[in-house]
């Protein structure tokens, strides 16, 4: 059985509040439940923090604890934190960020990624399909 490490940034806790007409209605506990009941051979490890800090520990504990892949998704710290990029290409674990939205579509200062630099790909603009692409993605490539 396969083992990914599923981290959410920034905000994310508020999904299904947070501007909805964006992000949609449904949680981040329906969304680890989607996931879940659709990749029933891998097991899930869901984390998520509104502290950088905590985001670069939690991919230093997956690289250390064996996890197969990390699907991240930074929230706004994907265009600011140079401390998740570093932490990124300091693990061998293959990591796949994903956005909900289409960043291509919102403000200029979030289109520039710089942690999706450092990853084997980067989903956007699919909701909490996002997610389900990447985890895909993930498996695809972990040998």
Do not use: W
């Amino acid at each position: 059985m396969k083992k990914l490490m599923v981290i959410n940034g920034p905000n994310l806790n508020l999904l299904g509040q947070r501007e909805p007409e964006k992000y949609g209605e449904l949680t981040l506990k329906d969304l680890e439940a989607r996931m879940t009941s659709r990749y029933q051979n891998v097991l899930f490890d869901f984390r998520q923090s509104n502290l950088e800090g905590d985001i670069v520990g939690f991919i230093h504990e997956a690289a250390k604890d064996g996890v197969d892949g990390v699907l991240i998704n930074p929230g706004g710290f994907s265009h600011t934190s140079v401390a998740i990029l570093d932490a990124i290409t300091s693990v061998d674990t293959p990591i796949v960020e994903v956005h909900l939205t289409n960043l291509c579509k919102r403000e200029d200062f979030r289109q520039k990624l710089i942690t999706g630099s450092a990853c084997l790909g980067v989903i956007q603009g699919g909701g909490f399909s996002s997610y389900i692409s990447g985890a895909q993605l993930l498996l695809d490539n972990i040998f």
